[in-house]
């Protein structure tokens, strides 16, 4: 796992978190159980690099998936 994956993890959990802030302080204008809003946001982050991992594991896969090499011209012998 690269060092790039759990700087975006970061990046896109900060980004919810925001967004989150944003909504509730200004649309639903609830208090922020701060409890809560930490675990959602490693439940996003976990769930950001899990799924990046799971994508670079498979990723390499679709090489393989490739049609096969053959010959369809009349043989040389």
């Given at each position: 796992?690269?060092?790039?994956?759990?700087?975006?993890?970061?990046?896109?959990?900060?980004?919810?978190?925001?967004?989150?802030?944003?909504?509730?302080?200004?649309?639903?204008?609830?208090?922020?159980?701060?409890?809560?809003?930490?675990?959602?946001?490693?439940?996003?982050?976990?769930?950001?690099?899990?799924g990046m991992f799971v994508?670079?594991?498979?990723?390499?896969?679709?090489?393989?998936?490739?049609?096969?090499?053959?010959?369809?011209?009349?043989?040389?012998?």
């Amino acid at each position: 796992m690269s060092t790039d994956t759990l700087i975006q993890g970061v990046i896109v959990s900060c980004v919810y978190a925001i967004i989150r802030y944003i909504e509730s302080h200004f649309i639903t204008k609830e208090p922020i159980k701060l409890k809560v809003l930490v675990q959602d946001i490693l439940i996003v982050y976990i769930s950001f690099v899990s799924g990046m991992f799971v994508y670079n594991q498979i990723e390499p896969m679709k090489v393989l998936n490739r049609a096969p090499s053959v010959f369809t011209s009349a043989p040389d012998f």
